[in-house]
């Protein structure tokens, strides 16, 4: 089973930077389609972006197009989600999640795996 291990939340003032990763404990993260999820308190948990086994096809929901951007080394089993020009209203515990098909799917029940989970806190 693949653990997932996320690292890089904390606290940001708006407009600006971070950058979340995920490690994966298993080589079959090659074999993985990962994407990253967040759930804000009182909110179901919402899909931000997916990438595919091999990076060469990425995923977004039209609130974080042109804001973050997922990527992956699977040389280092890890999955990456830059955000830039970040609102107060991307505060959240951002998840990232494994599903052992290469289909894209943005709906959490469709993961098999999943991280502890990282806050990130944007302050106005």
């Known amino acids: 089973q693949v653990q997932l291990v996320e690292s890089g939340g904390g606290l940001v003032q708006a407009g600006g930077s971070m950058r979340l990763s995920c490690a994966a404990s298993?080589?079959?993260?090659?074999?993985?389609?990962m994407g990253w999820f967040r759930q804000a308190p009182g909110k179901e948990r919402e899909f931000v972006a997916g990438i595919s086994r091999s990076g060469s096809s990425t995923y977004y929901t039209d609130s974080q197009k042109g804001r973050f951007t997922i990527s992956r080394d699977n040389a280092e089993n890890t999955v990456y989600l830059q955000m830039n020009s970040l609102k107060p209203e991307d505060t959240a515990v951002y998840y990232c999640?494994?599903?052992?098909?290469?289909?894209?799917?943005?709906?959490?029940?469709?993961?098999?795996?999943w991280g502890q989970g990282t806050q990130v806190t944007v302050s106005s």
């Open positions: 999640a494994g599903r052992s098909s290469f289909i894209y799917s943005h709906s959490p029940a469709d993961y098999d795996y």
């Open positions: 298993e080589r079959t993260f090659s074999r993985t389609f």
